[in-house]
């Protein structure tokens, strides 16, 4: 019964510890620019970015864009249930949230209007590991950006 008695107790102070994870992770805010970059990502496995080193495993590829805004970007963004977006010229934020604790998650954007880019950042606030999640959030909107292109490229045709 004694056993029975720690079993929960340490349930209860691992669900208490998550929770407070969660909170934390919704008081904090996204990095911004540093240095007119985004941030580059740490040493934990819970992050990717395209302005990081090419050779590291947090890298993925910019998106080749003409746009000359990211305001565009923002319906695509909330399709993929990104939440509290905030645009500023050349720079996007967007939050994601996780459903069991409410993990946050920041997904930045850096519009490169003189390279034809636009760079990507999707990180974990809180946590070690983000089981690919953010990556994969990358690779969803790099699908739903490249549609876009090719249905606006589309439609450019047939008038």
Do not use: W
């Amino acid at each position: 019964m004694k056993v029975f008695y720690v079993l929960i107790a340490l349930l209860v102070v691992a669900i208490s510890y998550f929770i407070l994870l969660g909170f934390i992770s919704r008081s904090a805010q996204p990095p911004g620019l540093v240095g007119g970059q985004l941030a580059p990502c740490g040493t934990k496995p819970n992050s990717v970015c395209s302005e990081n080193d090419p050779d590291t495993a947090h890298y993925v590829a910019p998106v080749n864009s003409e746009l000359n805004s990211l305001q565009s970007i923002v319906p695509l963004i909330e399709q993929l249930g990104g939440g509290k977006i905030t645009v500023k010229e050349r720079y996007l934020s967007a939050e994601f949230r996780s459903a069991l604790f409410g993990f946050v998650d920041d997904l930045e954007l850096r519009l490169d209007v003189e390279n034809k880019l636009i760079h990507l950042r999707s990180a974990s606030r809180v946590g070690y590991s983000d089981m690919g999640v953010n990556r994969k959030r990358i690779v969803q909107l790099r699908a739903l950006l490249e549609a876009t292109v090719q249905q606006r490229a589309t439609l450019e045709v047939e008038t």
